[in-house]
């Protein structure tokens, strides 16, 4: 697939580390923003997240310096799509406010490649008011998107297939390691995954199982230590099936199916005990130890990405 010029939508989080990653893989990006200040900040943050990587050996220091003069901001949406061959949305999580968006990007190309970087909603709820859906497909990025591998690659019922399967590859060029997910469901592929660990991890603490703090200790001690190197289809096949279904069939029936979060997670919510946000969530939160767990994350994720890089994990 020939893209030499992305075009962003949205400063958050998301935005810059996704155009961070189109500039290092040799493309144009443009970060797009309603206010100039906006898109400005937006392109600063990209160029910082190159330099984390450059910094830390995951990036040729002459090809961040190159990626970082890649980048640029617009206040421009239309013209922005025009220019580009492949667009990636990432602004609020919210269906109606997506749908307008990406009717407003469909009359203002024909030709753009246009993507959503939704964590979970809908890709054909998304493109059903568009009158180029087969153009329209999501590319989730997983947080922090200038560090993790993953992009999910979600098709609606209208998506071609020859598009999905360019921007797969495309992102595999970028560095990526791009799943597609053949089938448009709620949560995708990742997050069908880590909702239900979320969901059984609350029941745990619901029912006097263990606490917050044990159950996050348990995981990342045990199961999730070595889910980077050996996968859950590996480990099922390398202790056998008929094991895995003996510990199935005595474990399952105890576990939670409520179609819904659970009791204490409701609970939470209504007492307004949100998270980091609001000082407490499952855990007690100060502003310095949210960001002492976020700069944990990180250099964890730079450290694998070291040990792949020099071919320590193949």
Known sequence: MDV?????AGTGMMGPGIAATFALAGRRA?????????AAGGVAKARSLIEILSTNGLA????????????????????AVRAAQLFVESIPEDLAVKQAFFTRLDKASPDAILCSNTSGISITA????????????????????????????????????PIADGVVQLLRACGKVPVLVRRDRP???GNRIQHAMIRECVNIVQEGIATAEDVDLAVKTGVGLRLPVYGVFEHADMVGLDLVKAVQDYVLPDLSTVPHAGQLHQEKVTRGELGVKA???????????AEAVRARRDAFLIQFLRWQKAGKLS
């Not at 443009?30 to 906006?38: D, F």
């Not at 040729?60 to 013209?79: I, N």
């Not at 590319?139 to 591998?149: A, D, G, K, S, V």
């Open 279 to 289: 000082g407490r969530g499952f855990l007690e939160w100060t502003p310095e130890k």
């Open 187 to 189: 949560g995708q592929l």
């Open 126 to 161: 998304i493109a059903s008011k568009s009158t180029r859906r087969e153009r329209i497909l999501t590319t989730h990025f997983w947080n922090p998107p200038y560090l993790m591998p993953l992009v999910e690659v979600s098709v609606s019922d209208w998506t071609s297939a």
């Open 60 to 79: 040729d220091p002459t090809q961040a310096k190159e990626a970082a003069s890649r980048l640029a901001p617009s206040t421009d949406l239309e013209q």
């Open 30 to 38: 443009t970060i797009v923003s309603r206010a100039a200040a906006g």
């Open 4 to 8: 030499r010029h992305v075009a962003v």
